[in-house]
């Protein structure tokens, strides 16, 4: 029986066409292969990315936390070491009030706690504490006139927990004063609470009535403010309060 030469040819073509099919698979693989990898690896850098942003964003949020609370801690002018625990909310914080011919305003309410230094014990607390709690009021009062006027408007304090305070004139940075004419004066007084232990939530601030300097006579009516109290600093610190003892 003769063979068909053709037959012969088209059998080797196909082996060497399968053969190099085979090859073109081969040579495709490595390259996907690398292209997986380069997608894993990117996707690998861009998880150490984002985790290494939530570290930051993490340390950054505690920073700014411990900011906040060594901002709301410090030392009390060699008296000890305060803590403002509580301040002042309401319509009136930051507000100008008119008080006859006064212009009168609350800037700041706090509740602070002081961890007393000996000498605050020997010269300042007519009642000597390891620790006590002071209710500080910063204002600030103009009078609107040339007349002089005479106004003394943080005599008393009220608390929710049943004490009546008067100013404390050793914590004291003002207490109010004599305008001779169109002047400004302010300050932060303070107030010792007898317990140191009591909750307070609520403060009732009495401003006197400002009175004429020559005759006493008064020029308007007493006034009270009522300030709720929140816990934290509320981004109070020893900038917003003065601290000049004696």
């Not at 950054?60 to 609370?69: F, L």
């Not at 509580?86 to 961890?115: Q, W």
């Amino acid at each position: 029986m003769r063979r068909t030469p053709w037959l012969g040819f088209i059998g080797a073509g196909i082996v060497v066409l399968t053969g190099c099919g085979a090859e073109d698979v081969d040579s495709e693989a490595p390259e996907a292969n690398e292209e997986t990898t380069s997608e894993n690896d990117k996707a690998e850098e861009g998880s150490e990315e984002n985790s290494t942003a939530n570290e930051q964003n993490s340390e950054e949020d505690s920073k700014d936390e411990s900011a906040e609370e060594s901002s709301s801690i410090f030392d009390f002018s060699g008296l000890g070491q305060a803590e403002i625990i509580k301040h002042g909310t309401g319509e009136a914080i930051g507000n100008t009030m008119s008080i006859g011919p006064m212009e009168f305003s609350v800037n700041h309410v706090a509740l602070i706690e002081l961890e007393t230094s000996q000498e605050a014990k020997d010269y300042y607390l007519d009642e000597p504490a390891d620790q006590v709690k002071l209710l500080a009021v910063d204002v600030e009062a103009t009078n609107t006139t040339e007349d002089d006027v005479s106004f003394y408007p943080g005599s008393y304090l009220t608390t929710d927990s049943g004490e009546q305070l008067e100013s404390d004139m050793m914590f004291s940075t003002w207490l109010g004063d004599d305008f001779l004419g169109d002047v400004s004066m302010g300050g932060t007084m303070y107030y010792v609470l007898s317990d140191a232990e009591a909750e307070v939530s609520e403060v009732t601030y009495i401003i006197d009535a400002p009175y004429d300097y020559d005759d006493m006579d008064d020029l308007a009516e007493e006034e009270r403010y009522t300030f709720p109290l929140e816990e934290g600093s509320g981004n109070l610190t020893q900038d917003d309060l003065e601290v000049d003892t004696w």
